[in-house]
């Protein structure tokens, strides 16, 4: 499964953009699907996730701003940013693996990753 995230780009500070991440195939079964930011000098963090259950989870950081969501084909997931700051300035990475999520998804459990698309917060 390949995973190719699209929808980065540059917005001002208080402005919105929506990440999309299509899937090559479907993952069968039971899944978790998660977003990942990397803000230059930090790790890779979880942001929000989604799993085959449609349980959803977020950070603190991104909670009430950022909602996580899947097609109905659930090839694509999708990260409605909101509100945005140039704290949220980093690389997204969209993710997933093949379990349900325990809370946010941690990268050593991640199967596939995106290659990430950048935003920019001004």
């Known amino acids: 499964v390949q995973l190719v995230e699209s929808g980065g780009g540059s917005v001002q500070t208080g402005g919105s953009l929506r990440l999309s991440c299509v899937a090559s195939g479907p993952i069968e079964g039971n899944y978790c699907k998660s977003w990942f930011c990397q803000a230059p000098g930090k790790e890779r963090e979880g942001i929000a996730s989604i799993d085959s259950n449609d349980y959803t989870v977020y950070a603190n950081s991104v909670k009430g701003r950022f909602t996580i969501s899947t097609d109905r084909a659930d090839l694509t997931v999708y990260l409605q940013m909101n509100s945005l700051n140039p704290e949220d300035t980093a690389m997204y990475y969209c993710?997933?693996?093949?379990?349900?999520?325990?809370?946010?998804?941690?990268?050593?459990?991640?199967?596939?990753w995106g290659q990430g698309t950048q935003v920019t917060v001004f």
């Open positions: 993710a997933a693996t093949f379990v349900r999520c325990l809370g946010l998804l941690s990268p050593r459990n991640v199967a596939y």
